[in-house]
């Protein structure tokens, strides 16, 4: 089946700075990467994702890029804020929806 | 956007006794509804996929005939913890697929359960 790491697991910086967490995949069949935003007690919150015949895709300050060759993709937040501090996480799935999430990266925004 | 709405938030039970968890797709057609695990300071993990009208696929390792699942309509699939113990306290997700939407593959979330278990 999928595996799907991430890295780091943990992220502390500056307000101001920016943020970039790395994820592989090990199934060539996964077609979609989301990302998901989720805060302590509450649901994941969809936050970007790209689809593999996309390389890269910009939301305000937050972007994702993949590299379907080297089955990885990143995210990327600049200009982070206090209110980024969350735990990230990335997630590999299939065209049936089935999907395998990274272990998370607890991001923290310093003021 | 889709609205994936679960129920109970949180439950506190006796030791033994038996836990269902809604979930429920308020604006679109989920045939396939997605149950996770998430422990505290972890990631979140498959237990079964859903299937309306069929049996759901459990992941390696769920016991099925302890985490009962149905999914008998189009909206709605239920997870029941049967005869729960103090380790499977654990937040409890749920997420659906829009049948009829455009955007393959992206997932809608419930609010998640919180079971702690006495």
């Known amino acids: 089946g999928e595996n799907v790491e991430q890295h780091p697991s943990t992220l502390s910086v500056q307000e101001g700075d920016s943020a970039v967490i790395k994820c592989t995949y090990s199934?060539?069949?996964?077609?979609?990467f989301p990302w998901y935003k989720q805060e302590l007690g509450k649901r994941p919150q969809l936050i970007i994702d790209?689809?593999?015949?996309?390389g890269e895709k910009k939301d305000q300050r937050i972007a994702v890029t993949l590299n379907k060759t080297a089955k990885h993709f990143s995210l990327h937040i600049t200009e982070t804020q206090p209110e980024d501090s969350a735990v990230y996480f990335c997630?590999?799935?299939?065209?049936?929806?089935?999907?395998?999430f990274g272990d998370g990266t607890t991001l923290t925004v310093k003021p | 956007g889709a609205v994936v709405s679960q129920h109970p938030s949180w439950v506190i039970c006796k030791s033994g006794t038996s836990v269902k968890i809604e979930c429920r797709s308020l604006?679109?057609?989920?045939?396939?509804m997605f149950w996770y695990r998430q422990f505290p300071k972890q990631s979140l993990m498959l237990m079964a996929t859903?299937?309306?009208?069929?049996?759901?696929?459990?992941e390696q390792g769920v016991e099925k005939d302890k985490f009962l699942i149905n999914h008998a309509s189009l909206t709605l699939s239920t997870l029941t913890v049967t005869s729960a113990h103090p380790e499977d306290s654990s937040f409890y997700i749920c997420?659906?697929?829009?049948?009829?939407?455009?955007?393959?593959?992206?997932?809608?979330f419930g609010e998640g359960s919180r079971l702690t278990v006495l």
């Open positions: 790209i689809r593999s015949n996309v």
């Open positions: 604006d679109f057609q989920a045939t396939t």
């Open positions: 997420s659906a697929r829009d049948r009829g939407g455009r955007r393959t593959g992206e997932l809608f």
């Open positions: 997630a590999a799935s299939t065209q049936a929806g089935k999907s395998t």
């Open positions: 859903s299937n309306e009208g069929s049996k759901a696929t459990y």
């Open positions: 199934d060539s069949a996964s077609n979609y």
